[in-house]
């Protein structure tokens, strides 16, 4: 039986857990077997950072950290305002993510793992009147990684722009985002994440996450798709 409560006739078996540390392409969701040719109806399970598996046709959506409700973050983690756990029973703890410190402009969330010790940082930079808000991610040991929208992504790997470049790009950027700013906040934006010249992670809103380099904590990633990219970042325990 499904979560919705509707019967399979042909039930297929349960998808296993797989590892969370080398996740490479995941959402976060109830969705464990998507709906398809071959299947009238999406199959789901629990709530869980969910790893895509397997081709278009019979892709799955393998589990690796299961997401705490907001009673279950209350009861592991105080003041958080996310948890995520490494068993199904949300017993052993994997990670949080704690409240946002705020300065007024952005948001800075800290990500620590089950003995409290720090992961690193996920801040939200505000935006302005003619540009959307952005990221970051601060990993210990490791360069910056900062999330952008397209055009913020131009310079790519072997591709300097000028001074001159740039702030035409940026213009550009500017002028776009004003004249076409509404029907873009109703379509999730694809952000492009890089450390330097090296593109580290790329997101389709905040639904669907593509790590590129190995050494991203993978938790990091989690924890920026739990928070959201839209307009209202989500507020998890903490808003309840």
């Given at each position: 039986?499904?979560?919705?409560?509707?019967?399979?006739?042909?039930?297929?078996?349960?998808?296993?857990q797989v590892g969370w540390a080398d996740a490479d392409r995941f959402v976060v969701g109830w969705v464990e077997r998507p709906r398809g040719s071959?299947?009238?109806?999406?199959?789901?399970?629990?709530?869980?950072v969910r790893v895509l598996r397997g081709p278009l046709a019979q892709r799955v959506h393998a589990p690796c950290a299961y997401v705490g409700?907001?009673?279950d973050t209350r009861r592991a983690a105080p003041g958080a305002a996310f948890t995520l756990f490494e068993d199904p029973g949300l017993q052993h703890l994997l990670c949080t993510v704690t409240t946002p410190d705020s300065d007024?402009?952005?948001?800075?969330?800290?990500?620590?793992?089950?003995?409290?010790?720090?992961?690193?940082?996920?801040r939200r930079v505000a935006g302005g009147p003619l540009s959307p808000h952005t990221w970051r991610i601060d990993q210990p040991g490791r360069p910056e990684v900062t999330g952008t929208g397209k055009l913020g992504s131009l310079k790519s790997p072997g591709k300097?722009?000028?001074?001159?470049?740039?702030?035409?790009v940026d213009l550009v950027t500017r002028a776009l985002t004003a004249q076409d700013g509404a029907r873009k906040q109703k379509k999730p934006r694809t952000?492009?994440?890089?450390?330097?010249?090296?593109?580290?992670?790329?997101?389709?809103?905040s639904d669907t996450v593509s790590v590129r380099?190995?050494?991203?904590?993978?938790?990091?990633?989690?924890?920026?798709?739990?928070?959201?990219?839209?307009?209202?970042?989500?507020?998890?325990?903490?808003?309840?």
């Open positions: 039986m499904t979560r919705g409560g509707t019967t399979n006739p042909n039930p297929e078996p349960p998808v296993e071959r299947r009238p109806q999406a199959v789901l399970g629990a709530h869980a409700e907001h009673e007024g402009h952005d948001l800075l969330y800290a990500v620590r793992d089950a003995s409290g010790e720090l992961i690193g940082t996920v300097k722009l000028g001074a001159s470049a740039g702030i035409a952000l492009h994440w890089y450390a330097g010249e090296e593109k580290v992670m790329e997101s389709e809103g380099a190995d050494w991203l904590d993978r938790r990091l990633a989690f924890a920026f798709a739990l928070i959201g990219d839209g307009p209202k970042p989500a507020k998890g325990a903490a808003g309840s």
